[in-house]
Nanobody, 115 residues
């Protein structure tokens, strides 16, 4: 059974940085295709970054500030978040992007950006 465990969320000041991690356990789950989502209170979950093979894509709202990467050996996906804004406040989750078979969602990690 595949498990996704997100970590690294915290309370930071606007302009600060965080690096989120998504540890993937379970056999035969390749992380060559993964994404980071976020869900703010009262809003739908949205995809903010994805990595598919050697390419990455980002939502316009985070482009130039967030970077998705992965470590195949550690079976871990990362999201480096710089120049954080209060509107980045949300619970962040990892999973496969739309169009790919997703697995059960993890518990997510809370990111709070204070102005």
């Amino acid at each position: 059974q595949v498990q996704l465990v997100e970590s690294g969320g915290d309370l930071v000041q606007a302009g600060g940085s965080l690096r989120l991690s998504c540890a993937v356990s379970g056999s035969r789950f390749a992380i060559n295709v993964m994404g980071w989502y976020r869900q703010a209170p009262g809003k739908q979950r949205e995809l903010v970054a994805s990595i598919i093979g050697g390419g990455t894509t980002y939502a316009d709202s985070v482009k130039g500030r967030f970077t998705i990467s992965r470590d195949i050996a550690k079976n871990t996906v990362y999201l480096q978040m710089n120049s954080l804004k209060p509107e980045d406040t949300a619970v962040y989750y990892c999973n496969r992007p739309p169009g790919y078979t997703r697995v059960s969602w993890g518990q997510g990690t809370q990111v709070t950006v204070a102005s």
